[in-house]
């Protein structure tokens, strides 16, 4: 399957205007890779794993799936 170039140009543009919302925000843009905050580990040790997603959410900007992720992978690590 071959992207159009098109897509591929409108694609980069709005990705440009995502980071420079973030930029004018003054917040940090999310990675995907944020470690977790010794607060979401607490919560964890605590078995309050939907406390710790919506608190990673907040810390981090993930999406649901994306801190939810995060979290199952850290739990799988230990």
Not at 31 to 41: D, F, K, R, T, W
């Amino acid at each position: 399957m071959s992207l159009d170039p098109e897509y591929v140009v409108r694609i980069a543009k709005l990705e440009q205007k995502v980071s420079e919302l973030y930029r004018h925000l003054g917040v940090a843009e999310p990675s995907g890779n944020e470690p977790l905050s010794p607060e979401v580990q607490a919560l964890l040790q605590q078995n309050n794993t939907i406390e710790a997603i919506k608190v990673h959410r907040d810390q981090t900007g993930l999406d649901m799936a994306a801190a939810k992720a995060a979290i199952d992978e850290y739990l799988n690590q230990g």
